[in-house]
């Protein structure tokens, strides 16, 4: 057996190591990057009215090692975040209460809000693929997962020689003198219409826009815009759907 002398010595020299190893390993993270989408979000969207979904965020845009912007609609926000063993932890999510979050093998992040929007799964984050240079990438997948691609406008069930086109990234044309389009999925224009239902926004040159109601079927090949009411003084929303604005099939 070792003398105890023997003995202390190689514990110290355990313990200095461990602990630069410690060290070097904290001093080599270098923290997360990239813009994440809420996927869960935009698979329920395709058949839903977005804006009835429950969610806690839309995307999460890892600006460096410790803080990430946060969407959440309408508001944004800068949070820090950070490792706890094989999890992270953005701080003070729910008020002062810390919300986890994992990153899975597929690159793909889990974040354990289940019980925040009062569902059964976590929301499943993807990497945004898109080369840009603005903030965000949400809605440019919302574009897509809802109503992006090329239309044929049909008048009074006879087909227009126009094409009309919805981009991802929020442009259209070929659709009267509109050349910006946004899909309503948070904040005050969800309970624009009544009954509540899916709204699209138009504006042209003039910065002018026109607020519509649309319809999509299963198959994605037919797109109905709809007129509504115009707004009434002191009455928030309530505003009817009313005759087929524009008819538009793939």
Same mark, same amino acid.
Not at 142 to 147: A, E, K, T, V
Not at 226 to 248: C, H, S, T, W
């Given at each position: 057996?070792?003398?105890?002398?023997?003995?202390i010595?190689?514990?110290?020299?355990?313990?200095?190591?461990?602990?630069?190893?410690?060290?070097?390993?904290?001093?080599?993270?270098?923290? !997360?990057?990239?813009?994440?989408?809420?996927?869960?979000?935009?698979?329920?969207a395709?058949?839903?009215?977005?804006?009835?979904?429950?969610?806690?965020?839309y995307?999460?845009?890892f600006?460096?090692?410790?803080?990430?912007?946060?969407?959440?609609g309408?508001?944004q926000?800068?949070?820090?975040?950070?490792?706890?063993?094989?999890?992270y932890?953005?701080?003070?999510?729910?008020?002062?209460?810390?919300?986890?979050?994992?990153v899975? @093998?597929?690159?793909?992040i889990?974040?354990?809000?289940?019980a925040?929007?009062?569902?059964?799964? *976590?929301?499943?984050?993807?990497?945004?693929? !898109?080369?840009?240079?603005?903030?965000?990438?949400?809605?440019?997948?919302? *574009?897509?997962?809802?109503?992006a691609?090329e239309?044929?406008?049909?008048?009074?069930?006879?087909?227009a020689?126009k094409?009309?086109?919805?981009?991802a990234?929020?442009?259209?044309?070929?659709l009267e003198?509109?050349?910006?389009y *946004?899909?309503?999925y948070?904040?005050d224009c969800?309970?624009?219409?009544?009954?509540?239902?899916?709204?699209?926004?138009?504006?042209?040159?003039?910065?002018?826009v026109?607020?519509?109601?649309?319809?999509? @079927?299963?198959?994605?090949?037919?797109?109905?815009?709809?007129?509504?009411e115009g707004?009434?003084? @002191?009455?928030?929303g309530?505003r009817?759907?009313?005759?087929?604005?524009? @008819?538009?099939?793939?």
């Amino acid at each position: 057996m070792k003398s105890l002398p023997f003995l202390i010595p190689s514990i110290l020299l355990s313990v200095i190591f461990l602990t630069g190893c410690k060290k070097e390993s904290e001093s080599n993270y270098t923290g !997360l990057s990239g813009k994440f989408v809420n996927e869960t979000f935009l698979k329920q969207a395709a058949d839903s009215i977005p804006g009835l979904i429950p969610v806690y965020c839309y995307e999460l845009n890892f600006t460096s090692k410790d803080s990430v912007d946060i969407l959440y609609g309408f508001e944004q926000s800068r949070l820090a975040y950070k490792k706890d063993g094989k999890k992270y932890l953005l701080v003070h999510a729910l008020q002062e209460k810390d919300m986890s979050f994992t990153v899975n @093998d597929d690159k793909t992040i889990t974040l354990v809000d289940s019980a925040w929007n009062g569902v059964t799964r *976590n929301s499943t984050f993807k990497e945004s693929t !898109l080369s840009t240079e603005q903030k965000w990438d949400f809605e440019n997948y919302l *574009n897509q997962q809802m109503i992006a691609g090329e239309y044929a406008l049909f008048k009074a069930d006879k087909q227009a020689e126009k094409k009309v086109n919805f981009n991802a990234d929020g442009s259209v044309t070929g659709l009267e003198n509109f050349k910006r389009y *946004n899909l309503c999925y948070s904040g005050d224009c969800v309970g624009e219409i009544y009954p509540i239902s899916n709204s699209i926004t138009f504006s042209n040159e003039k910065k002018e826009v026109f607020t519509y109601a649309f319809k999509t @079927d299963k198959t994605r090949k037919k797109l109905g815009i709809y007129q509504i009411e115009g707004p009434v003084k @002191d009455i928030k929303g309530e505003r009817a759907i009313k005759e087929l604005a524009f @008819d538009l099939r793939r």
